[in-house]
């Protein structure tokens, strides 16, 4: 398990909060006003004991908390790492044994940005994916896009749109002119679909390459989507730009979001399918 927590003054004073698409089945396990002991790592210090906690409100939300005395160690840590204002620091979590979790900071003047962080091959082994010189490309645009607090996904598809449209990527391409259905890139044979959007919806993405396989000679198909972690962080920022900007008699609602996690998880079972090479990328905020 591993998640993306945005830095805010909450983050030094009590605890974290552990966003519904990061939790594991021993997490969901806990029911509300329940707790379990966890230990945190962090930087090079000793560890120390937190605990994860179901709040007994509503949306039940899962925190890990660390407000008293012998915590505050890890307060202090946390405080002298990202200063003040905090506001565009990022916190990675990462479960590393059950209930033990490494954090470690990646501050907004490192200018974290994008990359490709996982990779999953269908029918292709690695020495040949590196032969493209366009999926180099690919690495490169997402390189250049910084991460913001600020940006939805719709504002990262927009800037992988315009990083790929610069180095020659044909934008909105038709797969068979009858049926009208266009995959978000194509150059020199290879297929992309950015998939930043709803999970349900993804795939259509497969049918594309298939079609484009059969119809317009592709090599290869390559599904870009966001891993579990930065998918989280995406959901946990749209629901605080719209808990700020609107008044809603019900809390939005932000779930569902494509991961390459679950493009890998079922690739396996899909695959038979595919006589085409199939390359699923997993999309991740890095330090820099």
């Known amino acids: 398990m591993k998640f993306l927590h945005p830095v805010g003054a909450s983050t030094f004073k009590y605890g974290v909060t552990i966003p519904v698409e990061a939790q594991t089945e021993r997490m969901r396990a806990i029911e509300k006003g329940g707790k379990v002991p966890a230990t945190i790592l962090f930087g090079t210090e000793e560890p120390v004991i937190v605990e994860i906690r179901r709040l007994n409100n ?7 908390r660390y407000e008293n ?3 505050e160690r890890l307060r202090w840590y946390l405080a002298r790492m990202f200063g003040s204002p905090a506001n565009g620091n990022l916190l990675e979590v990462e479960e590393v044994t059950p209930f033990t979790f490494l954090f470690k900071p ?4 490192s200018a974290p ?9 269908h029918r292709l082994q690695q020495k040949e994916i590196e032969r493209f010189a366009e999926i180099g490309q690919i690495r490169d645009s997402l390189a250049a896009v910084e991460y913001d607090a600020g940006f939805s996904q719709s504002d990262y598809n927009s800037r992988i749109n315009e990083g790929l449209m610069t180095k020659g990527w044909n934008r909105e391409q038709r797969v068979v002119d009858e049926l009208g259905l266009k995959c978000d890139f194509e150059k020199n044979g ?3 679909e950015v998939e930043f959007g709803n999970a349900r919806s993804y795939y259509q993405d497969y049918v594309k390459f ?9 090599k290869l198909g390559l599904l870009l989507c966001p891993t579990t ?7 946990e920022l749209g629901r605080q730009r719209a808990q700020e900007n609107a008044v809603r008699e019900r809390p939005p609602v932000y779930s569902g979001m494509m991961s390459y996690e679950k493009a890998a998880r079922e690739l396996p079972f899909l695959g038979f399918m595919f006589e085409m090479p199939i390359v699923v990328a997993g999309v991740g905020v890095i330090g820099g």
């Open 58 to 64: 509503k949306p039940g939300h899962l925190q890990f």
């Open 69 to 71: 005395k012998a915590q």
């Open 106 to 109: 990646i501050l907004k003047n």
């Open 113 to 121: 940005s994008l990359q490709i962080s996982d990779m999953l091959l």
């Open 190 to 192: 290879i297929w992309v």
């Open 210 to 218: 298939m079609l484009a396989k059969k119809y317009r000679n592709a």
């Open 229 to 235: 972690s930065f998918a989280a962080l995406l959901c």
